[in-house]
């Protein structure tokens, strides 16, 4: 473990490569909290190049606290389609509206105040409250466990009981109090950059004098690979019902934990995002167009007549996580579509401009084509 003058080199050397290389993103020229915030959202699970558009529109619509919070769910999430991971979304506004009215639209100062919000974990708070406030505390995320097990050559599962402990240790050590925000900024770039899972740059690296990884060979064997979960399979059939007018019916965003309602099964809101959807049902992929038509016929048509033509799109897939989706989406022309409460009809090239998961933009697209 670093210390005394060791460890000011090493912060100094850190610090000093971030302010001239660091990547001029768009967050980073503010320490506005919710502007932050919102990055730090946004930037979980997703790619740099992916976020910038959608921050720049969200704040172009919301440039406030205030405004997110008064928003229509609807609306946020329309502005969040396509994203991915919608939870974020509405932990996002949740959150705006109890910043609201319990601190006075301001993100709380406090790190048990901060981490009581919805969708703000221990690497959030330490993140948003370093930069925009200067506290200090230590982030501690993929990639900068990657930096701080190569720098101290940990073997082994960095999430594993207990490593994951000593390495918020060792972050808390390393910290630069003077310059917390920068320091977390700084060691995040050096593992999205330099520091990278495959290959790193050890050679440009400003730390390659304090790194036991780099002096011993072992850059390539540390972290250790994590076991992945298998994948699984997972087949739906989605029914794009469209009346002479042209117009189609969509199922309401289903509520969370919510008995599935109209034959859906438990984990379709799951996998539909919780946001407008075709009907649509988990299917064995030999019968998907059978088992649909009789979903349709007793829970969308209640017995009367579902359509006579169906056309079979081309499948839509996409992969959640360890999931991989396939939908079969089939066109069914109908003379008129059912009125069911809670239901949206309307014109089918419409339906892009909804809050809908990209599953639902994809089938949307294909029927369109079909059209
Ligand atoms: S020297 Fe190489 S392995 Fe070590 S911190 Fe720098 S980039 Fe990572």
């Known amino acids: 473990m670093l210390t005394?003058?060791?460890l000011a080199r090493f912060q100094k050397s850190l610090l000093a490569w971030f302010r001239e290389s660091q990547r001029d993103l768009p967050w980073r020229r503010t320490r506005d909290p919710y502007r932050v915030w919102l990055s730090e959202i946004m930037l979980q699970q997703t790619?740099?190049?992916a976020v910038i558009p959608y921050y720049e529109r969200f704040l172009e619509r919301f440039p406030t606290v205030k405004e997110l919070a008064e928003a229509p769910e609807d609306e946020v999430l329309r502005l969040w389609s396509g994203l991915g991971y919608y939870s974020r979304a509405r932990n996002l506004q949740n959150a705006a509206r109890q910043i609201v009215e319990r601190h006075g639209g301001e993100f709380?100062?406090?790190p048990g105040q901060?981490?009581?919000?919805?969708g703000i974990g221990a690497y959030t708070a330490a993140a948003?409250?370093?930069?925009?406030?200067?506290?200090?505390?230590?982030?501690?995320?993929?990639?900068?466990?990657r930096v701080l097990a190569r720098l101290g050559a940990v073997r082994g599962d960095l999430r594993a009981n207990g490593r994951w402990l000593e390495l918020q240790k060792t972050a808390d050590t390393l910290l630069d109090e003077e310059a917390p925000g920068d320091w977390n900024e700084a060691m995040m770039e050096l593992g999205a950059t330099l520091c990278?899972?495959?290959?790193?740059?050890?050679?440009i690296c400003p730390l390659t004098g304090f790194c036991e990884a780099r002096k011993k060979g072992l850059t390539e064997e540390i972290p250790a690979k994590r076991v992945k979960r298998e994948r699984v399979e997972i087949a739906l059939a989605a029914l794009v019902l469209v009346d002479a007018r042209g117009k189609t019916l969509l199922l309401p965003p289903p509520q969370k934990r919510e008995q599935a309602g109209a034959g859906e099964a438990a984990d379709v809101p799951t996998l539909v995002s919780?946001?407008?959807?075709?009907?649509?049902?988990?299917v064995r992929r030999e019968a998907a167009k059978v088992e649909l038509r009789k979903f349709a016929q007793t829970s969308i048509f209640r017995g009367g007549k579902c359509g006579s033509e169906w056309q079979a799109l081309k499948p839509v897939r996409h992969a959640v996580t360890f999931r991989a989706i396939t939908i079969y989406p089939f066109l069914a022309r109908a003379a008129g579509l059912p009125r069911i409460a809670g239901t949206k009809i309307l014109p089918l090239e419409e339906v892009s401009e909804l809050a809908i998961s990209s599953l639902t933009r994809k089938v949307a697209r294909a029927a369109e084509k079909a059209i």
């Open 114 to 118: 901060a981490l009581a919000l919805p």
């Open 47 to 49: 790619r740099v190049a």
């Open 274 to 282: 919780r946001m407008w959807h075709f009907p649509t049902i988990p």
């Open 128 to 145: 948003i409250l370093s930069i925009a406030y200067q506290a200090k505390m230590a982030v501690l995320d993929g990639n900068v466990a």
């Open 4 to 6: 005394g003058p060791a």
């Open 108 to 110: 709380p100062r406090a």
């Open 196 to 203: 990278t899972p495959r290959s790193p740059q050890c050679l």
